[in-house]
């Protein structure tokens, strides 16, 4: 395999991976990539969104994030609330500050363009990132497309998006090939994992930035509880639930374990409110992490939730499993078939980021390998289908419940899969292969263009 599981996992800013991180990672990574003479003789830089990313850019702030990049901020690291300080202070100045090297005029109505209609070939996410000289003659530009989940490859690489020197311990295309590898080593899906993580990083870096991750998903959680805010941005006026959803749950001191024991379902109230929080942090900009999609970013951290609140020997080795099992699901889905709701419809990411999770909770909780695959097959069977059509072009309806739903789905796909042997009709690679075509089949107005479903159906004011 070309990627590492820490690739499938990044922290970054909401509303979307694909349509916020990917543009502002793109944006950074053209201007620096120019050469100091480029750098010195512009004068102007305009920055074309296309397909998708032009259909729906102000509802996921496409528009904002390159603007982000082109001053030469990171996803990563970039503080969310000094994002909107940013923006007014290039909009008030009418400059721009190119990655910290030159100060240049910038007008975004005339320099940000989102084509609501054209589409470049390569991908539904294509933008163009281009500088001028003092006489308005083009200096350099850029196609890239941004692919899914943050990863951002530029018109060139688009053939080859995931290829790699790195070496690989154990190369395996999919997971029939890697239960082969289980099965003949006598080891976990994880181990291999780990064994292929280890050739490209230090074991204590991998470890630490996994739980480095952990922590940021637990952040954002709680950072969602806590919201004073009662509303979403945007024109749907969405009400913030995780707040008061969590004051119900915790009512004269009552905790995940502590709660209405007359209640046998009282544990999917916690799962809901850590999916809701996390979600509505990214449909307001916060910090979240790609698992693997802003898009699908509650599922995997509220499943996670629920492991480590609900269940019993919960350790950081358990954690570092988790993610590793997670990742190497998500590896095969996204080189096999792909995790873009512009692409394949909201089965590449809700369905994606169920099937991750469904597999990451199987290991932790003792599943074979064989288990772990059916897990992940049971969860991303059941998504298959699902159209990307959120409505105004913001990530609120429906993505906010459907990571809700899609967290229990993962769940009881994984508790499904533990009470069988392992045997089933269906394999993992089938219902990966089978979301690929059904994605190719879709619609482009199911793709996450809003032009579609729910999108058209429900009366809503302008977004």
């Known amino acids: 395999m070309a990627l590492s599981v820490l690739d499938m996992f990044s922290v970054g800013l909401g509303p979307s991976s694909s349509h916020t991180v990917g543009p502002m990672r793109a944006a950074a990574q053209f201007i620096n990539g120019l050469d100091a003479d480029t750098v010195a003789a512009t004068t102007r830089a305009k920055v074309e969104l296309f397909g998708s990313l032009g259909a729906t850019g102000v509802g996921h702030h496409s528009d904002t994030a390159v603007i982000l990049g082109l001053a030469?901020?990171?996803?990563?690291?970039?503080?969310?609330?000094?994002?909107?300080?940013?923006?007014?202070?290039?909009?008030?100045?009418?400059?721009l500050e190119l990655a910290g090297k030159k100060t240049i005029d910038f007008d975004r109505t005339q320099d940000v363009i989102l084509n609501l209609k054209e589409s470049?070939?390569?991908?539904?996410?294509?933008?163009?990132s281009t500088v001028f000289g003092a006489d308005g003659q083009e200096l350099?530009?850029?196609i890239s497309y941004s692919i899914g989940g943050?990863?951002?490859?530029?018109?060139?690489?688009?053939?080859k998006p995931l290829t790699s020197d790195l070496e690989v311990k154990h190369d395996y295309r999919n997971a029939t090939e890697l239960l082969a590898m289980c099965k003949e080593q006598g080891k976990s899906i994880a181990e291999?994992?780990?064994?292929n993580e280890i050739l490209w990083r230090e074991p204590e870096e991998i470890r630490s930035e996994i739980?480095?991750?952990?922590?940021?998903?637990?952040?954002?959680?709680?950072?969602?509880?806590?919201?004073?805010?009662?509303?979403?941005?945007?024109?749907?006026?969405?009400?913030?639930?995780?707040?008061?959803?969590?004051?119900?749950?915790?009512?004269?001191?009552?905790?995940?374990?502590?709660?209405?024991?007359?209640?046998?379902?009282?544990?999917?109230?916690?799962?809901?409110?850590?999916?809701?929080?996390?979600?509505?942090?990214?449909?307001?900009?916060?910090?979240?992490v790609t698992a693997p999609t802003n898009g699908a970013a509650g599922i995997i951290p509220s499943v996670m939730h629920y492991y480590s609140r609900f269940l019993d020997d919960v350790t950081d080795d358990k954690i570092v499993e988790f993610m590793l099992t997670a990742g190497a699901i998500g590896i095969i889905i996204k080189t096999q078939a792909s995790i873009s709701g512009a692409e394949v419809g909201c089965q590449g990411e809700v369905g994606s980021a169920c099937a991750m999770a469904a597999a990451g909770l199987a290991a932790v909780m003792g599943g074979t390998p064989v288990e772990i695959e059916d897990a992940a097959e049971v969860a991303l069977e059941h998504n298959l289908g699902m159209t990307c059509d959120p409505i105004g072009g913001l990530v609120q309806i429906p993505c906010i419940e459907r990571n809700a739903i899609a967290s229990v789905k993962a769940i009881n796909a994984a508790r499904l899969a533990l009470h069988g042997d392992g045997s089933h009709k269906v394999s993992l690679d089938e219902?990966?292969?089978?979301?690929?075509?059904?994605?190719?089949?879709?619609?482009?107005?199911y793709k996450e263009t809003s032009r579609g479903g729910l999108a058209v159906a429900v009366s809503i004011p302008e977004c």
């Open 140 to 142: 350099a530009s850029e």
């Open 431 to 445: 219902a990966i292969e089978t979301m690929r075509a059904t994605g190719a089949d879709m619609m482009d107005k």
């Open 120 to 128: 470049l070939p390569g991908h539904p996410n294509g933008m163009k």
């Open 150 to 159: 943050g990863f951002v490859v530029t018109e060139q690489e688009l053939d």
């Open 192 to 195: 291999l994992t780990w064994e």
């Open 72 to 95: 030469g901020h990171d996803p990563a690291t970039i503080v969310p609330e000094q994002v909107d300080d940013i923006i007014a202070g290039v909009e008030t100045s009418g400059t």
């Open 211 to 288: 739980l480095h991750i952990w922590q940021v998903m637990q952040d954002c959680v709680q950072s969602g509880i806590e919201r004073t805010e009662t509303t979403l941005p945007g024109g749907l006026k969405v009400t913030r639930r995780a707040p008061k959803l969590y004051k119900q749950l915790t009512e004269g001191g009552a905790s995940e374990r502590t709660g209405d024991t007359n209640d046998a379902l009282r544990g999917i109230e916690w799962i809901n409110l850590y999916a809701l929080a996390v979600n509505e942090e990214n449909a307001s900009g916060g910090r979240v």
